[in-house]
């Protein structure tokens, strides 16, 4: 609940911070105006943590350049076509853009950058009304031509416009709907919601690496699902991870199963409990969390309804990590973030074995090294995905992770389990077959993996042993 007397106390606060005064006292001397706006002010307003601070005044991208430079240590120009100068003042960085009145084409979401003579002007062409508040300074005015204040007292995201124009305008405010709806935990009002619905096919001339980038904001937040559900429900999501909505699985009266949509849902919520809780203030894990969203996605194209009324998802992992990397890479990902969600979701039923039946030391062993560098977002994601009600079925499936666990750790220990390699390297199989560098090398090395993985540390004279019989074997 928005407590309107100490958001004004943190308004002064703010406005009266070195950096703001610093630059409030050289745009007044050079007779412009200047204000704080957007995220700044809201999250002042609600209490939350500041970042990046952004100004708009009613200088020339020039005079904007003429007034920083003899109050900070650097500037740079690089969104000056759009009337941006950044700078670093009293060691922030800081963004001034001139007063903007863009309009769009319809065609493309890049605007016709024209500027503006008013902050009024500048604030209703915003995107949200909650984002379209400003704070004069040095004044200390707070601006609010589109009612911005009254929708953060009632948790709603409105835009300043006809939610039809404003999203027409830019089809990517749609995704910052979703996004500003997980981050800020509010409702989105019923015309820009219908809106969404509506326009959702203009998302198309959106860059696939711009929606990306909304994405993978929207997956930061604390709490996501309130975002993702808003794109399913507008049919957004069909346009970005068509995968996701497929999974919400029709269930005949004969035919029962878990709910694969919801399931993923609240395995991506307990994956982002689990990653805050066994390492507290780290970043956002991003991979993890496409990882949890994801890793049933090969369920649809797998199903099959057995006689007596039962379901079946056989390689569903197999079907969802090739899944994962065709829709990853048409988002422009990286090759690193797609490899490690491919990876997760091929992995994430190998747990459940060992859940069934102990496992030997060299299962565990291969456990660890199949996962490699992957080890401890696979044990994040494999305890998430226990979602049964069933609290004897869930305790006695957490009570084997935690003993699985406990022996990587012992084995670890026991046996530098983090640095898994043969007892003997390449160099020295070369020396003791006298063979030269080639196709036998590795499958040398890939005979004394196995050794080592299924019988531990046997001592460099045993491995040459075990190399050379091996050998002789081979004629």
């Given at each position: 609940m928005l407590n309107m007397a100490q958001g004004v106390a943190r308004l002064e606060t703010l406005a009266a911070s070195t950096v703001v005064d610093t630059l409030a006292q050289a745009f007044a001397a050079a007779g412009h105006e200047l204000a704080i706006v957007?995220?700044?002010?809201?999250?002042?307003?609600?209490?939350?943590?500041?970042?990046?601070?952004?100004?708009?005044?009613?200088?020339?991208p020039d005079e904007i350049l003429r007034v920083v430079t003899p109050v900070s240590t650097a500037q740079w120009d690089i969104g000056r076509a759009f009337g941006t100068i950044g700078a670093r003042v009293r060691g922030e960085q800081v963004e001034i853009t001139?007063?903007?009145?863009?309009?769009?084409?319809?065609?493309?979401?890049?605007?016709?950058?024209?500027f503006g003579d008013t902050l009024d002007g500048d604030l209703v062409r915003r995107d949200f009304t909650v984002n379209s508040m400003a704070l004069r300074v040095p004044s200390r005015q707070l601006v609010d031509p589109t009612g911005g204040v009254e929708d953060l007292i009632a948790g709603r995201l409105r835009t300043p416009a006809d939610p039809a124009v404003s999203f027409g305008d830019d089809p990517l405010r749609m995704l910052r709907a979703a996004r500003f709806a997980a981050q800020l935990g509010f409702e989105v009002d019923p015309a820009t919601a219908t809106a969404l619905g509506e326009l959702r096919d203009t998302l198309t001339i959106v860059s696939p690496e711009r929606v990306q980038g909304e994405l993978v904001r929207l997956l930061q937040s604390d709490d996501p699902v309130r975002g993702i559900r808003l794109l399913v429900e507008t049919g957004l999501m069909e346009l970005i991870v068509p995968e996701i909505p497929a999974?919400?699985?029709?269930v005949d009266e004969h035919h029962h199963h878990k709910d694969v949509y919801e399931h993923s849902l609240t395995v991506l919520r307990q994956a982002i409990e689990l990653e805050h809780a066994r390492h507290p203030g780290a970043d956002p894990d991003v991979p993890l969390r496409i990882a949890a969203?994801?890793?049933d996605i090969g369920k649809p194209d797998t199903r099959r309804?057995?006689?007596?009324?039962?379901?079946?998802?056989?390689?569903?992992?197999?079907?969802?990590?090739?899944?994962?990397?065709?829709?990853?890479?048409?988002?422009?990902?990286?090759?690193?973030?797609i490899e490690t969600v491919a990876q997760l979701i091929e992995q994430h039923l190998r747990f459940f074995g060992y859940a069934e039946g102990a496992w030997t030391d060299s299962a565990v062993r291969r456990y660890v090294r199949d996962a490699g560098d992957e080890l401890e977002r696979l044990h994040i994601l494999t305890r998430?995905?226990?979602?049964?009600?069933?609290?004897?079925?869930?305790?006695r499936l957490s009570g084997s992770y935690d003993?699985?666990?406990?022996?990587?750790?012992?084995?670890?220990?026991?046996?530098?389990?983090?640095?898994?390699?043969?007892?003997?390297?390449?160099?020295?199989?070369?020396?003791?077959?006298?063979?030269?560098?080639?196709?036998?090398?590795?499958?040398?090395?890939r005979y004394l993996l196995d050794v080592r993985l299924d019988e531990g540390v046997i001592g460099p004279d045993a491995a040459e042993q075990r190399l050379r019989d091996w050998w002789a074997s081979r004629g």
């Open positions: 957007g995220g700044p002010v809201r999250d002042a307003l609600l209490g939350r943590e500041t970042h990046d601070l952004d100004f708009t005044t009613d200088a020339s001139t007063y903007r009145a863009d309009s769009y084409d319809g065609v493309t979401r890049k605007p016709t950058v024209e999974l919400r699985l029709e969203l994801l890793h309804l057995e006689p007596g009324g039962g379901v079946t998802f056989h390689h569903h992992d197999v079907k969802g990590s090739r899944l994962a990397r065709k829709r990853l890479k048409a988002l422009r990902f990286d090759t690193a973030t998430a995905d226990v979602t049964t009600r069933n609290k004897r079925k869930a305790a003993d699985i666990e406990r022996r990587i750790a012992e084995l670890a220990e026991q046996e530098q389990l983090e640095a898994m390699r043969p007892e003997i390297d390449g160099n020295r199989i070369q020396e003791i077959l006298g063979i030269p560098p080639g196709r036998e090398v590795g499958e040398a090395y």
